[in-house]
């Protein structure tokens, strides 16, 4: 009987103890929580951050590599030299790379991709910026490619380390949207749509051995207080861009998580359609700028935790002059510009808001003080996709909020097509002065300048840097505390 007995306790030991033993085991895979679902998987045919969050570094690569604290790396390319000109840029490519259909990797597709940039079919949204710059791409041999440039472009290396940058192979590159080949650790394996995309380690990568994680799932949780449950009941062991920061002292306090507090590149801004009238006259505009707290947006937004900003720069980037000043807040002189501007009020407008919690949140203190100098923005909360093909795509709308994660990518307002329609010779005469100079005090006093006039011309209201709030599960190691570009680089990721 008592042989009987310690044989079952030995059992029922044992089965207490398997469970743990097979979880350690598991602990290959990961499960990310986001906000935001992609409109596709090809980071080189859409504006969405979202696609190279799931995307980039893990199914795509590119040249080079944007690190977490913001140095360019060497990628697919192993090395580079730039001409004394700094108008020829040599490649020499790594050797022995696959794609995941098998193609081997050479300066075959380089050359195919970024030509497929610059196409006027192209919808990269670099494509103006970077990639029609370049005036012929040469392949001497398959491990080298050649960049000649038109003009010079001081951020070039920064701009090929960037997910509208990363290489296709051409069989594959018209479906990559929805079946997406690369060159990196990870494969695409399932897309439930509006809930999430899983990707699992490709054993052909060449490094594969190094990478930890075998499988991967990206949740699209956009509700704040789903994103918290979802934490706390262990279904996501991480969010990476964290937006419910009304539930941060709870996660902080909370001994199984790690919450770190880190920056992004996001410039959040209250995006005006300046063809609209009566946005078309700068002096609404400016009366914009006057009647919104930056301090009081922060704080209901970002619980806080923004920077101030007063053009489309962040006080990381190279140049960076502080204009928080220009626009004080002062309803007063916000009534005076509308009066003196001839609008009427009560004047009735739209505020579209997309999903993120600080846009939904920020909104509601927007249209608060905006109606304080008699401007009524009806709110209207909008789903991603339809963010992305009304306001982006078809510029219908009067204003919205946003954050714009691109790095340096003061470019965009040069361009009076894209989507807040600010159509200024000056500024591009700046922006032309900007990448025809190389880097130095010259070229940092040109961004300032571009800083400025944008600015003055109260093309948006400028708010703040969108902070970054990684909360993970604390034995999970390799997440993002920063980012200076939006990307989920699984295969730093690790269980300890």
Not at 15 to 41: I, N, S
Not at 48 to 63: D, M, Q, S
Not at 147 to 160: G, M, S, T, V, W
Not at 341 to 359: E, H, N, R
């Amino acid at each position: 009987m008592g042989k009987t007995r310690q044989a079952i306790v030995a059992a029922a030991l044992a089965m207490a103890l398997l469970p743990g033993a097979a979880r350690a085991a598991a602990k290959d895979t990961v499960v990310l929580g986001m906000t935001l679902e992609p409109p596709g998987l090809d980071p080189t045919s859409g504006a969405a951050a979202a696609i190279g969050e799931v995307t980039h570094y893990n199914i795509y690569e590119g040249l080079a590599k944007i690190e977490e604290n913001g140095k360019v790396t060497p990628l697919l390319a192993k090395s580079w030299t730039v001409s004394p000109d700094q108008k020829t840029y040599t490649f020499k490519l790594r050797p022995g790379v696959s794609f995941q259909n098998g193609e081997k990797f050479t300066s075959a597709d380089v050359k195919y991709t970024f030509e497929r940039d610059a196409s006027p079919t192209s919808t990269n949204k670099d494509k103006k910026s970077v990639f029609a710059n370049f005036a012929a791409i040469d392949t001497p041999d398959p491990l080298t490619v050649v960049l000649h440039l038109k003009e010079l472009d001081a951020n070039l290396i920064f701009e090929l380390g960037q997910n509208t940058a990363v290489i296709l192979e051409p069989k594959s590159a018209a479906t990559d949207a929805t079946k997406p080949v690369g060159t990196g650790p990870y494969k695409f394996e399932n897309w439930v749509k509006g809930s999430s995309i899983t990707l699992v380690k490709w054993a052909g990568f060449r490094d594969a051995r190094k990478v930890e994680i075998t499988k991967a799932t990206f949740r699209i949780i956009n509700d704040p207080a789903a994103q918290v449950a979802a934490l706390l009941a262990g279904d996501v062991d991480a969010f990476p861009r964290f937006g419910a920061l009304d539930s941060l002292k709870q996660l902080q306090s909370d001994p199984r998580f790690t919450v770190a507090i880190g920056s992004t590149e996001g410039k959040t801004i209250v995006a005006i359609n300046n063809k609209r009238k009566p946005f078309d006259d700068v002096r609404v505009r400016r009366a914009l700028a006057y009647a919104i707290d930056r301090k009081a947006v922060i704080a209901g937004a970002s619980n806080g935790l923004g920077v101030p900003i007063g053009s489309h720069y962040t006080p990381n980037d190279p140049g960076y002059i502080d204009l928080t000043g220009l626009y004080p807040y002062d309803p007063a002189k916000a009534k005076a510009l509308l009066k003196e501007a001839g609008v009427k009020t009560p004047l009735s407008v739209t505020l579209k808001l997309p999903p993120p919690p600080y846009a939904r949140q920020g909104g509601q203190i927007v249209a608060a003080e905006l109606a304080q100098i008699g401007i009524n923005a009806r709110i209207e909360n909008v789903e991603w996709a339809q963010w992305l093909d009304g306001v982006y795509k078809n510029k219908n709308f009067d204003l919205t909020m946003i954050s714009h994660v691109e790095p340096r990518d003061l470019a965009i307002y040069a361009n009076p097509d894209y989507y807040f329609q600010y159509d200024s010779p000056k500024f591009r005469q700046i922006m032309a002065k900007v990448n025809a100079t190389p880097d130095g005090p010259e070229r940092l006093k040109l961004l300032g300048e571009a800083q400025r006039q944008i600015a003055e011309d109260a093309v948006n209201v400028f708010l703040y840097v969108l902070p970054q709030v990684a909360v993970s599960k604390k034995d999970l190691h390799g997440v993002w505390h920063n980012s200076p570009i939006f990307a989920n680089d699984l295969a730093a990721l690790h269980w300890k």
